[in-house]
């Protein structure tokens, strides 16, 4: 039995020279070569060859991870070294992609300028820190490739970033870019990694925008959709101030289809223009107020069943809610149902300006139909608990708490929840861009380093700053906004790596002050940077009348005192005198993808599984928690037959009796975590994020009544996210049955259950 070589030549294939392969990447690391080299051997063909071995080899360890961590390490290096051994220098590398035509000639020419000190600076062992998991994301979405093979490697897309960032500037600056982002510090968002350096560089994440109720205003927003998501953005789309279906239209003499023809297109232009040249499906998530006519029909459009002329699956869906509708819930009142048509300027208005036109337009019988405000969040909540959406929001704390609301009203929010910002539809398209700070680099010798954090995020958000102006903008009207009003949105992914490494339960005091600490920290640092861009080249242009101008932070509009700094009267009073460069600053957003690259829980979200699988659209993955084998390896207790134990029981340690208490606290899932503990942590940090968060909700089994509470509780706790996606636990075994017998409660007897004791509900809802 012969191998290929890359070289070209053939030779006899030899099992020392597989384990010998195996031995050389897995230095240092607790696996068994032996194992991984015969299973290997055991599955090769005649005319295998070298580079299909080492596939072989990495899928192989990376299977075996379920034994320890340290096997996706290997796997990750086997994937590395032969990446390397297809691969050529970053100077090369980046010729051939020019060349191949997809890199703008100012990005070469930096290239050019700076080749010795790409060289000098650039370090590909970093390459070998990545597991399997972290190499097959970057594989699959973020390295560039020439006629389907990818010809760059890590090192050289992290090098990509920080040259367009950062490469007008200085190389100093560069190279602190590249350290930060290849040491993982922080990192830049998915259409930044993607686009850097490309000849149409479009570095923005998100984008904000909606329509008019006229024909050409919806063709025109279906075409800038399509526009903006073949540049690898995530569209929040609002649509309140489109007429409901039977509508009369004065011009044809006919009425109104409504929302769900017009959103079946949109549908169809989310799986026909995809995003990043087919790295992935556009995504867009459409806004709709409650009291729109069509509101029971939308919420319809994703799920499973039913006619298809009647869905549009690929649209993800949200609910921007005034506080007078969940008065009308609580109190079991009635809700009117209109169009916008007919009831001008509600999705202008919020707050009591709100109340009063809605409740005037009632007065006057305009209303299409009225309704007991319950039965449409059962209705709500019943799709939510099917399909995971639509995403719950508060319009009025959205706004009320906005740093924006001297320039107009927020109606809607981005793809994920998390940014929050004013989009005027006949000139301006709402933008923002994104980083996350990896919260767990932050952890030296059982400690929390503040000091450290503010200065990675300073300078995250000093090069957040500078992408606004070095984005290609698919749109004018997203350049004017950008510009306008230069918003930035600062992550974090990791949280839960930080309390594992200190030893903290999620659910505990010690680990709610820290939550709340670090988020400060964030907001301190973002504010005290761009006060000190403001300085140098000014306010931003709506700076005047913003809150901020009147000395009124984000803290300050949700009542809340600081506890960790002392200097943030100085700060108001220099921001008062100098402006700050940018209108918005904080918004955790999911991180899914750049969390699994650095091998990072993802953003502030609690671990779903101790051992399990993930499917993502790289493959299937054997994940371990690290920090859990670390701990259980200093007790001589990760042993085959715990895991065994811990996979019987669904990832989950608590019913192991040989585990202690201690760890099982520290290691609880999301499923073992009270809702109402998830939703304290997202409030304590609310008052230092000055956009929103990316907020889900996680219930094994979730009823109407569970569902409910958490919405009202983050209501009551002034979330601007009430819930981002609603997670659910499939069930592994059939129901227990138990003696007693219980009448099943209605849907709306469940409703009316939980707003009798809200607090209660979401506490023992875990």
Not at 99 to 110: E, T
Not at 199 to 224: P, W, Y
Not at 251 to 260: C, F, H
Request: net charge neutral; aromatic share 10%.
């Amino acid at each position: 039995m012969f191998v290929l070589k890359r070289n070209g030549s053939k030779e006899r294939v030899q099992f020392d020279k597989v384990l010998d392969r195996v031995i050389g990447t897995g230095d240092r690391l607790k696996v068994d070569a032996v194992a991984v080299a015969q299973k290997v051997v055991s599955g090769l063909f005649d005319g295998i060859s070298s580079k299909e071995i080492d596939s072989l080899l990495a899928e192989t360890a990376a299977v075996m991870a379920v034994e320890h961590p340290d096997y996706s390490r290997l796997a990750g290096r086997i994937a590395i070294s032969s990446l390397h051994k297809e691969t050529k220098s970053f100077y090369q590398t980046m010729k051939d992609l020019y060349k191949a035509g997809f890199l703008s000639s100012d990005f070469i020419k930096m290239v050019r300028k700076y080749n010795k000190q790409i060289e000098d600076t650039i370090n590909y062992k970093r390459d070998y820190d990545f597991n399997y998991f972290g190499y097959k994301t970057l594989e699959k979405s973020y390295l560039l490739r020439v006629n389907r093979k990818v010809i760059e490697r890590p090192q050289h897309l992290y090098m990509r970033v920080a040259l367009v960032v950062c490469g007008s500037d200085s190389f100093e600056e560069v190279k602190e870019l590249y350290e930060m982002m290849s040491l993982g510090f922080y990192t830049h968002a998915t259409p930044t990694l993607f686009n850097a350096g490309l000849v149409r560089q479009n570095l923005a994440s998100c984008f904000l925008l909606g329509t008019e109720d006229s024909l050409d205003s919806l063709n025109k927003s279906a075409d800038e959709i399509s526009k903006l998501s073949k540049f690898a953005g995530g569209i929040g789309f609002h649509i309140h101030d489109v007429r409901a279906k039977g509508t009369e239209i004065k011009s044809t003499n006919g009425t109104s289809n409504g929302l769900i023809p017009y959103l079946r297109v949109i549908d169809a232009y989310a799986n026909w223009v995809d995003q990043g040249g087919g790295r992935r499906k556009g995504s867009i998530a459409v806004y709709l107020e409650p009291w729109h006519a069509d509101i029971f029909d939308v919420l319809d459009l994703k799920k499973q069943n039913g006619k298809e002329e009647l869905r549009a699956r690929s649209l993800f869906y949200a609910m921007w809610c005034p506080d007078l509708f969940f008065k009308r819930v609580e109190a079991d009142g009635d809700w009117t149902l209109m169009c916008p048509h007919k009831c001008p300027g509600l999705p202008e208005v919020y707050g009591k300006e709100f109340d009063a036109l809605y409740q005037r337009y009632e007065t006057e019988g305009r209303g299409n139909k009225k309704i007991k405000a319950r039965e449409l969040m059962v209705k709500i909540i019943e799709s939510m608990i099917e399909t995971g959406g639509p995403y719950m929001l508060a319009k009025d704390a959205a706004n009320l708490k906005s740093n924006q609301k001297n320039i107009g009203t927020i109606k809607s929010s981005n793809l994920c929840t998390e940014i929050m910002e004013v989009s005027d539809f006949k000139d301006e398209i709402a933008t923002c861009n994104l980083a996350s700070v990896c919260l767990n680099k932050f952890v030296v010798d059982g400690k929390y380093d503040f000091a450290e954090l503010h200065r990675v995020v300073k300078i995250m958000t000093k090069n957040l700053n500078r992408v606004i102006d070095k984005t290609f903008y698919p749109l004018d009207k997203a350049k004017k906004s950008n510009s306008r009003h230069r918003p930035i949105g600062l992550g974090v992914q990791g949280l839960a790596d930080v309390f594992f490494l200190l030893n903290l339960p999620f659910d505990g005091a010690v680990a709610r002050k820290l939550n709340r600490d670090i988020f400060e920290t964030i907001y301190h640092a973002f504010i005290e940077q761009s006060l000190e861009l403001a300085k140098q080249d000014g306010a931003y242009e709506t700076f005047k009348g913003s809150p901020a101008s009147e000395g009124q932070l984000q803290f300050d509009l949700w009542g809340v005192i600081p506890e960790t700094y002392s200097d943030w009267d100085k700060l108001k009073s220099e921001v008062r005198q100098y402006g700050i460069r940018n209108s918005l600053g904080v918004a955790p957003m999911p991180t899914a993808s750049t969390a699994s690259v650095y091998g990072n829980y993802e953003a502030f979200h609690p671990q779903s599984s101790c051992l399990g699988k993930r499917e993502v659209l790289s493959g299937e993955f054997v994940v371990v928690n690290q920090h859990l084998t670390k701990d259980l390896e200093a007790l001589d207790l990760w042993t085959k037959d715990i895991r065994d134990k811990i996979i019987a029981n669904n990832g989950s340690v608590q019913t192991i009796p040989e585990i202690p208490q201690t760890v099982k606290d520290v290691y609880k899932t999301v499923w073992e975590l009270s809702q109402k503990v998830l939703i304290d942590l997202a409030a304590d940090r609310g008052p230092y994020v000055c956009q929103s968060q990316s907020m889900n909700l996680w219930l094994a089994n979730p009823t109407v009544a569970q569902v409910n509470s958490a919405l009202f509780y983050g209501r009551s706790k002034g979330l601007k996210t009430l819930s981002y996606y609603l997670y659910s636990k499939p069930s592994m075994m059939a129901q227990k049955v138990t003696t007693a017998t219980v009448p099943a409660m209605t849907a709306e007897e469940q409703l009316s259950c939980s707003l009798d004791s809200p607090e209660d509900c979401v506490a023992c809802s875990s």
